[in-house]
Each structure stands twice: as structure tokens, then as C-alpha cells.
């Protein structure tokens, strides 16, 4: 039982560059979700998803993009890295209701923008 | 909407002591309450959680959680810590039939120390 995977799970970058970061989950739990960690301000929402093709903006949305034209891919894409884009991001899926809303995790990707 | 105070940032112990890590929410209707663990460098793990039925919650390393509905509070218990359970630790909670999207704590650092 694979659960979620992210990858790279380690990166650096420059910034202005495009970075993706791959989210697959093998449970398939229609709702996924992005969130970053940074010291001091917890986990945020950046982008979640109730299915293939529904996305919507979460808590700090501004220079990310996703699409999930299948169920068990949430790709992260960062248009032009900034240094502030600095942080470890967390992929999570969840089946929904039935379990209570229950997330799970993935091991997370930390990125480096430099 | 829900909310999520987490009342201590910071927790030291002694190793074998007992331990609590409190947790208050805040939601006008019946609410699904998580406790997720965070090792270093890695992803957030489910402790616990409760749904329904009996408030006294078991999970996962030793851990318990009650649930308490007059006091809005889920705070988390062992009675005797090992230095492996050193950890970042976040409350959750998710509305009844609401939003699938759960809100977390800020998170309680649990330092063990020998």
C-alpha cells in the first residue's frame, strides 16, 4: 500500500524558475489538498481539490497553479519561484465524509529557493 | 466555521513522565476531532481521532485522547513518555457535515528529555 507520494522530496531552485511538485496517491480518496509549513505560522492551505477537474483556492493561493485531470494526481507548480516560496510542502488526500474528513499525508517536499 | 487553539507551543517532559498536550475547538455544531504527530523531517501522522460513540479515544504509541464536549476540549495523553515520542504534535477538527477541509492547530512541540 503505496498511500501518497510526493516527489522530488528534496529541491533547490532559482528563482524565477518553474518548479512542479508531483503528488500521486494510490487510495483513491477524492479530495487532495497542498499545504506548506513554514516556523511561525503552522500549516496553510495553498490549493485543494474535491475531484478530478474541481480545484479550488485555499488560504494562500498567490503564485501557485494545480490541475488534477486524473484522481490520483495533484501536480503543485510554482510559475516563477520566489525566495519567500522557501518552505516544505505537504501533499494530503481524504475520502471524504464517511471517514469523518479524515487527511493523510505524505512525506512532504522541501523546497529551496535561492 | 471551526477553530483550533492548541494552548501550549512548547511542552518539556522528563523521560517516563506522564504527559498532556491540550487542545480547545471552537464550532457551533458536532465536530470530528484529530490528533496527528509530525517526526523531524517528516511527514504528519493520525494518532487518533474521534468520530462518534465513546469519548475516550486509543491510538496509536500509547496515546489517548478524551474528548469533552462541555469544555470543547481533546487533549492528548500518555502516561509515560520515551525520548522517541520528541515530536511536533497538531489537533484537528473537522464540523459534522460541513466543510471537508479540517482546520489545524498551530501545533505543540513535545521535547523529551532524558
Known amino acids: 500500500d503505496a498511500g501518497i507520494t510526493q516527489s522530488p522530496r528534496y529541491k533547490i531552485t532559482e528563482t524565477g524558475r518553474q518548479v512542479t511538485l508531483m503528488c500521486h496517491q494510490t487510495?483513491?480518496?477524492?479530495?487532495m489538498f497542498w499545504y506548506r509549513q513554514d516556523l511561525g505560522h503552522g500549516l496553510r492551505l495553498i490549493y485543494y481539490?474535491?475531484?478530478?477537474?474541481?480545484?479550488d483556492k485555499g488560504e494562500v493561493p498567490d503564485g501557485y497553479v494545480v490541475s488534477r485531470s486524473k484522481t490520483e494526481n495533484f501536480p503543485l507548480t510554482l510559475e516563477s519561484a520566489t525566495r519567500s516560496q522557501t518552505s516544505v510542502y505537504f501533499c494530503?488526500?481524504?475520502?471524504?465524509?464517511?471517514?469523518?474528513?479524515?487527511?493523510?499525508f505524505g512525506e512532504g517536499s522541501w523546497l529551496t529557493v535561492v | 466555521a471551526q477553530s483550533v487553539t492548541q494552548l501550549d507551543s512548547q511542552v518539556p517532559v522528563f523521560e517516563e513522565a506522564p504527559v498532556e498536550l491540550r487542545c480547545n475547538y471552537s464550532?457551533?455544531?458536532?465536530?470530528?476531532l484529530f490528533w496527528y504527530v509530525q517526526y523531524p523531517n517528516q511527514g504528519l501522522q493520525l494518532l487518533l481521532k474521534?468520530?462518534?460513540?465513546?469519548?475516550l479515544v486509543k491510538g496509536i504509541n500509547g496515546f489517548e485522547a478524551e474528548f469533552n464536549k462541555s469544555q470543547t476540549s481533546f487533549h492528548l495523553r500518555k502516561p509515560s513518555v520515551h525520548i522517541s515520542d520528541t515530536a511536533e504534535y497538531f489537533c484537528?477538527?473537522?464540523?459534522?457535515?460541513?466543510?471537508?477541509?479540517?482546520?489545524f492547530g498551530r501545533g505543540t512541540s513535545l521535547i523529551v528529555h532524558p
Open positions: 494530503a488526500s481524504s475520502p471524504g465524509r464517511n471517514s469523518g474528513n479524515t487527511i493523510y
Open positions: 487510495w483513491s480518496h477524492s479530495y
Open positions: 481539490s474535491a475531484a478530478a477537474d474541481i480545484t
Open positions: 464550532s457551533s455544531v458536532s465536530v470530528y
Open positions: 474521534y468520530l462518534s460513540g465513546s469519548t
Open positions: 484537528a477538527v473537522s464540523r459534522e457535515g460541513g466543510s471537508y477541509i479540517p482546520t
